[in-house]
């Protein structure tokens, strides 16, 4: 039986739409920022980088710095096929 004092993993997650991050091996992270929707699929669209960093917490910055670039960039863009578009 959990008590009150019990961390369970769903009180560290992040909000939804801030990202994630990923530890593939000692100092090296994946990091995975949504960037927006597709204008023609309508399929959210995701950037993955893999970083480095001594630890999680840093990991965990260079993921807010992403967002912020991500923000400010604004993509647009499609990752739609050649026979998607011309079905339209």
Do not use: C, H, W
């Amino acid at each position: 039986m959990a008590t009150s004092n019990d961390k369970r993993d769903t009180d560290r997650r992040r909000p939804k739409g801030t990202g994630s991050v990923q530890e593939l091996a000692p100092g090296k992270y994946r990091l995975r920022v949504f960037v927006g929707t597709d204008p023609v699929t309508g399929s959210p669209r995701q950037i993955t980088p893999v970083v480095q960093a001594k630890t999680q917490r840093q990991a965990q910055k260079l993921l807010d710095k992403s967002r912020e670039e991500v923000t400010i960039a604004d993509p647009t863009g499609s990752t739609a096929t050649v026979g998607t578009l011309v079905e339209e």
